[in-house]
Nanobody, 114 residues
């Protein structure tokens, strides 16, 4: 399974970014797609997830600002990030749960300047 993420960058506080991640390979048992982030000096944390049945979860600090969604092909996951804050600065990773295993993409840097 390979994951290709894109969409990070530098943005001013209050701005928006959209992250994309496409999964390829043996994904026929895909259960869940998610975005994690690793802020500088902190632990990696779950940002949002979406199941095969389109149930979504968000960490409290991004509720109302971030939206996770899946593409029509269902092997792509997006993270629309609005009203970005400096504390959203992190390396963002997409992850997919296929059967019992998690697979990870390469990170994409999101930097929010104040």
């Amino acid at each position: 399974v390979q994951l290709q993420a894109s969409g990070g960058g530098l943005v001013q506080a209050g701005g928006s970014l959209r992250l994309s991640c496409t999964a390829s390979g043996s994904i026929y048992r895909l259960n869940r797609m998610a975005w994690y982030r690793h802020p500088p000096g902190l632990q990696r944390e779950l940002v949002a997830s979406i199941t095969i049945g389109s149930t979504t979860t968000y960490r409290d600090s991004v509720k109302g600002r971030f939206t996770i969604s899946r593409g029509n092909a269902e092997n792509t996951v997006y993270l629309q990030m609005n009203s970005l804050k400096p504390e959203d600065t992190a390396v963002y990773y997409c992850s997919v749960l296929i059967g019992p295993r998690d697979f990870w993409g390469q990170g994409t840097q999101v930097t929010v300047s104040s």
